[in-house]
């Protein structure tokens, strides 16, 4: 298949839209696919892209006011010569909002189906950052998602979500995880002695320091006796941050293969966010092995198993989240059967398990479309 994935971000951005566009270009490729990357451009420019697998077409960006870390493409023509000249059978949209809009129409007026992949709660967005706006959200989600032939979920609260706010012909497919990269064995007792050096127990997160992450939860953990909390991240909410966690250690972005070694570090993950579509973050703590404290909204409801890998917390209970971390730095072999469980959980979603079912979506597609012609 010659596909086309035009998404709203891609490495070198960090986030969960960026990483799985570029996992999905990585198995089309590798199943024999011929993928082609639209995306907007870098601070830095359209540079080259070492990290994908495929060549990309870099579309004008622009910052978003208040948060540079994201961009925004402009207005251009190219999204739709991208897709004529890559002579594309289907159109996937990864997180659709502005150039997935672009990439949407294109592929409507050149009769080209088009999978939707929903990731991003823009609803929560609006009730974080304007206090307002979740039923103009929902109107742009549905009309953007009803022209798709197929929208993918990554959990069954967004599938809930997505159904409930009349959005038609939506399928779950979650996401995968890299189980060779994040793995126990790559705890490192050098780096928790530094992190901690005192002996300290490691509480961590990992992710976007912005509003909607609620990261300030963890302020009661902080106050907790022998226990040191680690944020990696980075986003406009590090100032504040750095004063509401007072002892926190702030280790700025991290990836890669030094990102699994902190997250085999670590003796807790706690995620905060309660608008999380999926939450690729516990994903990898799990692969990790290491026992996960989330919020019970989302996409960890069906990653997290309440007293079996770790806690489910009220989504935005300070309390509720301290509780759970004082009970699992209160009991070691608790956290070492959590820590089990939870990477026996994760190891058959791969992202090539996970590649072959999007594929699968692909061929249901196509099919489809094969048929309405046909008749």
């Known amino acids: 298949m010659r596909v086309v994935i035009v998404t709203e971000s891609f490495p070198p951005d960090v986030n969960g839209v960026a990483h799985c566009a570029l996992q999905t270009a990585r198995h089309l490729v590798d199943r024999g696919h011929h993928p082609l990357v639209v995306a907007p451009a870098t601070a830095a420019g359209s540079g080259p892209d070492a990290q994908s697998p495929c060549p990309v077409i870099r579309i004008p960006s622009l910052p978003l006011p208040g948060y540079p870390q994201v961009r925004v493409a402009l207005p251009s023509r190219r999204v739709a010569a991208a897709i004529t000249e890559h002579r594309a059978d289907i159109v996937h949209l990864a997180s659709p909002f502005i150039l997935g809009v672009r990439g949407m129409a294109a592929a409507a007026r050149l009769g080209i189906p088009a999978v939707a992949v929903y990731q991003t709660d823009l609803a929560g967005y609006a009730r974080t950052y304007v206090g307002a706006g979740e039923a103009t959200a929902w109107r742009r989600i549905r009309s953007v998602h ?12 967004a599938l809930g979500d997505l159904e409930a706010h009349g959005v038609p012909r939506v399928r779950l497919w979650p ?49 907790l006796q022998g226990v040191r909390v680690v944020v990696v991240g980075d986003g406009p909410s590090q100032p504040h941050l750095t004063e509401a966690l007072p002892g926190a250690v702030f280790l700025g972005r991290r990836t890669g293969d030094e990102l699994a070694r902190i997250f085999a570090s670590l003796d807790i993950f706690v995620h905060t966010g309660p608008f999380e579509t999926f939450c690729q973050t516990v994903q990898e703590a799990m692969a990790s092995g290491v026992p996960v404290v989330a919020p019970a909204a989302g996409g960890p409801l069906d990653l997290v198993a309440h007293g079996r890998t770790g806690f489910l917390f009220p989504p935005r209970d300070e309390n509720a989240v301290t509780d759970a971390v004082r009970t699992l730095a209160a009991d070691p072999a608790l956290r070492a059967e959590y820590g089990t469980a939870a990477r026996a959980m994760v190891e058959g979603r791969t992202w090539a398990a996970v590649g072959d079912q999007l594929i699968a979506h692909y061929g249901d597609v196509l099919a489809a479309r094969k048929v309405v012609v046909a008749a």
């Open 146 to 157: 009803a022209a798709a032939d197929r929208t993918l979920a990554p959990s069954s609260a």
């Open 175 to 223: 996401r995968g995880v890299d189980t060779e990269r994040f793995r126990p064995e790559y705890r490192d007792e050098a780096l928790r002695r530094e992190l901690a050096p005192n002996g300290e127990l490691i509480v961590g997160y990992v992710g976007r320091l912005a509003p909607e992450k609620q990261i300030e939860l963890l302020a009661g953990v902080c106050g």
